[in-house]
Structure formats: structure tokens, C-alpha cells
């Protein structure tokens, strides 16, 4: 494996621990607290810098199926993450997370795992 797919495979590695902390704080208390805006972020900007990481390091296209599932996922996070600090400006720190959203975020999240494992599963096919 080369450098930057191995740097990409290590801060991936970031992403899941931030984003897992993230929705399992979000899911338990169903607010937006300071920790939950904090990892929700970190995650999306690990994600971001794994999947750059990822593609420059990386023979294929970077449109591959793998690659269009690993998007999908990074777009749902984007837009969660958008909805969480737009909940964050219009109702302070703390905020109560609505029904909606936090069904969103669950969903949003099992979309991520299920990238990430598939990810897995390919790396591992091609090693």
C-alpha cells in the first residue's frame, strides 16, 4: 500500500471515532452540544482529507462504484452536518434535535458504516 492511500486509511480511522462519538452523544441526548457540533465536524474534515488522500493515492478512476457509495456517504454527513449548526444559529447551543433529524442522522450514520465496511472489503480484496 502507498503512502497516501495508507495516510487516507489512518485518517479514516479518525473519521469513524469522531462521527461515531458525534451521533451516539447526539443519539442518546438529542441535543447539540458543544462536543456534538466538535466531532461532527472533525469527522466531516477527516473524512474530507482521508478521501483527497485516498484518490491521489489510488490507480482508478476516482468514479469508481466503491467511490460513488464512499461519495454518497460523505454527502449525507455534509448535509447533517449543515443541519446541525443550522439548529446550532437559530436555537443556541444545547438545542433539543427534532424528531426528523434525529432519525436523519441515524440513517445518515448506518449509510456512512455501511461505506466504510465496504471499503474495508475492497481494500482488503485487493491486499
Known amino acids: 500500500m502507498n503512502s497516501l492511500l495508507l495516510t487516507g486509511t489512518i485518517i479514516i480511522q479518525l473519521a469513524l471515532v469522531s462521527y461515531s462519538i458525534a451521533v451516539i ?28 488522500f485516498m484518490i491521489a493515492g489510488s490507480r482508478n478512476s476516482a468514479f469508481t462504484v466503491h467511490g460513488l457509495i464512499g461519495y454518497s456517504a460523505l454527502l449525507g454527513m455534509m448535509i447533517e452536518l449543515i443541519l446541525i449548526w443550522k439548529l446550532k444559529a437559530k436555537s443556541g447551543l444545547n438545542a433539543t434535535v427534532s424528531t426528523p433529524l434525529h432519525l436523519y442522522i441515524r440513517i ?20
Open 25 to 52: 452523544t447526539e443519539q442518546r441526548k438529542q441535543i447539540i452540544s458543544k462536543n456534538v457540533l466538535s466531532f461532527f465536524t472533525f469527522a466531516v474534515f477527516f473524512n474530507i482529507s482521508a478521501n483527497i
Open 108 to 127: 445518515s450514520y448506518l449509510w456512512w458504516l455501511i461505506a466504510y465496511v465496504t471499503s474495508a472489503i475492497v481494500a482488503s480484496a485487493r491486499i
